[in-house]
């Protein structure tokens, strides 16, 4: 049986690809519903954490990185896609 609390908070996972380019590595990934002010992120070596919350659903996912990352450069969101330049 699911939880029906669990599922009004509207928490849901985030499709999520990588593309590396010398020692630049971007992350693109799906957030409908929410403005780039509502977007954290925090990077730990090889993991990069998104959260979101917006008015009626919230996000969050713990990204493997292919290797690590020494810092976040660029974040852009437009139309529900964040995009994340790392530093390799």
Do not use: H, Q, W
Not at 4 to 27: A, T
Not at 51 to 76: F, H, M, Q, T
Request: proline fraction near 2%; glycine fraction near 6%.
């Amino acid at each position: 049986m699911v939880n029906e609390k669990s599922v009004d908070m509207g928490m849901r996972d985030l499709f999520v690809d990588i593309f590396i380019r010398e020692n630049k590595m971007r992350v693109v990934a799906e957030l409908p519903g929410v403005n780039e002010d509502d977007i954290a992120l925090d990077l730990y070596a090889d993991t990069l954490s998104i959260s979101a919350l917006g008015r009626k659903v919230s996000y969050y996912k713990d990204v493997e990185l292919p290797r690590i990352c020494k810092s976040i450069i660029g974040k852009i969101c437009n139309n529900g896609i964040l995009e994340i330049t790392l530093l390799a």
